[in-house]
Nanobody, 126 residues
């Protein structure tokens, strides 16, 4: 059974930074793409950032490009999301997701991710 546990969320002022972590267990972490999604109250879940299985390719939503950075430490089975210059509109529940296909490319399509964490809340005050 694959488990994903997010941490690092919290309350921060606009312009501040947070780093989210997602610890994975239960399968060979290194060969699967990983991603972060988020869901704000009353809105649909949306893609934030993704990283391929080897860590050499990343993708970002236009709304976070230049501010957020996704990375992974395969030795620690952990994926990170560094969030800088946070805005009030970044407030959401942030989810970590693990891809369904080994050696796959991270995409922005939620149905291509087989496993999800419980989420960590990020609140940005303006």
């Amino acid at each position: 059974q694959v488990q994903l546990v997010e941490s690092g969320g919290g309350l921060v002022q606009a312009g501040g930074s947070l780093r989210l972590s997602c610890a994975a267990s239960g399968r060979t972490f290194i060969i699967y793409p990983m991603a972060w999604f988020r869901q704000a109250p009353g809105k649909e879940r949306e893609f934030v950032a993704g990283i391929n299985w080897g860590g050499g390719s990343t993708d970002y939503a236009d709304s976070v490009k230049g501010r957020f950075t996704i990375s992974r430490d395969n030795a620690k089975n952990t994926v990170y999301l560094q969030m800088n210059s946070l805005k009030a509109e970044d407030t959401a529940l942030y989810y970590c997701a693990a891809g369904a296909r080994a050696y796959g490319t991270a995409t922005d399509r939620a149905h291509e991710y087989a496993y999800w964490g419980q989420g960590t809340q990020v609140t940005v005050s303006s």
